[in-house]
């Protein structure tokens, strides 16, 4: 695959909905040519320990940020026509459809591919299969894990040599 778009969400909660940041980097001919990282004010808005924990995102980080329509309408031109890629679709995937629901927006089925369940496939030998050992085993060093954008990278990286 040389045309996709690579993405990354972080939740304020517990709740898929939640979406405090979203990251894009999209790939054409095998080569990054954009991407896009924005806050984003979660739905419902609050946060929970440990998700600020894992993202060390809190309520005065997205207080003033967008709403996800708002955020979503930037997002939608970059990724036109791509299918999108995720490390684990399945969080991925499911906060994108919960926030299309949570908005009332008419969710578009877009296609979905997951460097996670390739990399356990293509590299059975690593020891895990997180996003940071794919990463480094793909040659991308990931510097600031469980930033949307960083993660976007990476995944765009493993994509790029594995999918």
Known sequence: MRDFAAIDFETANNQRSSICSVGVVVVRGGEIVDSFYSLVHPEPNYYNYWCSQVHGL??????EAELFPHVWSQVEPLIEG???V??????DESCLRAAFRTYRMEYPDYD???TFCVAKRVLPCLENHQLQTVAEACGYHLRDHHHALADAEACAWIAREIL
């Open 86 to 91: 995720a490390h684990n679709k399945s969080f």
């Open 58 to 63: 809190c309520h005065r980080d997205t207080d």
């Open 112 to 114: 979905f591919y997951d």
């Open 82 to 84: 791509l299918p999108l």
